[in-house]
């Protein structure tokens, strides 16, 4: 039995979790996280920097194991991708979140883009359109207020392929934003043959935002040049009054970041739409 288990992972040998034996734990357990219920998605809000107004979420995934506790995504998201499991996982996440934000549009509340992160694996599955479809027709969600966040690197790795697929999400409606921008070692130039909506500004620029430095630069050139694309830029990892000042003073127009809100729970992302709900 032990011979037939090792030949079993041979499978894996290349893998993360075959070099690390508590890495190949965890990925045991992520593979019941699903039916055991483990996951929850929180909500971090999207703000508008003029007004103030929240105009999204990101829905970002949590993992409570039983007996770990929460386990962060930059953890088990890499083993979910590599063993596969994302793909349910991501469906599973976009049903949740495309449901949730149903919910508060039912409520009353003033309709908001939610915002699902899509990884390599997930965004080349063959099934990709078809699935989003079934989650916008099962949820009732207008495509509209669905926005899917893929990685510059995705986005670039075969220009080709992903400009067919976002050109159907677009058909259906569906928002395209680039996240991490400006760490992938591309070019806007390659990318503006891309249907795309937003560029999300990766929070490693903001960690290191001096008044009139090169980063500061470096942003300002990437907030220019994303307007003269059509493109609405959002900066992520926004911590600081400084930083949030900066950002308005050369017109980017969206922040996500630890100085307005934190990643929520559903309860307090609620509680908070509900506090700003018009009268
Ligand atoms: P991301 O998509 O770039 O998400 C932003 C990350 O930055 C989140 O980390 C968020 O909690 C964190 N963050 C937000 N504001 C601030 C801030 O002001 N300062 C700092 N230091 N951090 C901030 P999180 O939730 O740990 O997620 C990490 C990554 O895991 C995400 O990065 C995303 O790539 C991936 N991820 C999360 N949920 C999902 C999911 O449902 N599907 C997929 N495929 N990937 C996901
Ligand atoms: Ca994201
Ligand atoms: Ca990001
Ligand atoms: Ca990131």
């Excluded at 893929?150 to 677009?170: P, Q």
């Excluded at 050139?221 to 930083?243: D, F, Y």
């Excluded at 000042?245 to 729970?265: A, D, H, M």
Aim: proline share 5%; hydrophobic share 40%.
């Amino acid at each position: 039995a032990k011979d037939k288990g090792r030949n079993n992972y041979q499978f894996y040998s290349v893998s993360l979790s075959a070099k690390n034996p508590e890495l190949l734990t965890l990925e045991k357990s992520l593979r019941y996280a699903l039916e055991r219920e483990e996951f929850t998605v929180f909500y971090q809000p999207r703000v508008n920097i003029g007004t103030g107004e929240i105009t999204g979420m990101e829905a970002l995934l949590r993992w409570q194991h039983p007996e770990m506790g929460l386990v962060a995504p930059s953890v088990f998201i890499p083993l979910a991708e590599e063993s596969g499991l994302i793909i349910a996982i991501g469906e599973w996440v976009l049903r949740t979140a495309c449901m949730q934000n149903k919910t508060w549009q039912d409520s009353g509340l003033p309709p908001i883009t939610m915002a699902v992160n899509l990884s390599l694996k997930q965004f080349r599955q063959p099934k990709l359109v078809e699935i989003i479809t079934r989650v916008l027709e099962q949820t009732g969600l207008d495509a509209h207020f669905l926005e899917l966040e893929i990685m510059e690197t995705t986005a670039i790795e075969d220009l080709g392929f992903t400009r067919t697929v976002l050109e159907e999400l677009k058909q259906m409606g569906v928002n395209i934003s680039i996240d991490d921008f400006g760490t992938g070692h591309s070019s806007l130039s390659r990318l503006q043959l891309l249907p795309l909506h937003n560029l999300k500004i990766d929070q490693s620029f903001m960690r290191d935002l001096q008044p009139d430095s090169k980063v500061a630069h470096i942003i300002q050139a990437i907030v220019t040049l994303g307007h003269s694309l059509g493109l609405k830029l959002t900066a992520e990892g926004v911590e600081t009054a400084e930083q949030l000042e900066f950002l308005k003073s050369i017109n980017c127009e969206e922040v996500q970041g630890y100085f307005f809100y934190r990643p929520l729970p559903e309860q307090k992302a609620t509680e908070i739409l509900e506090s700003k709900r018009p009268i």
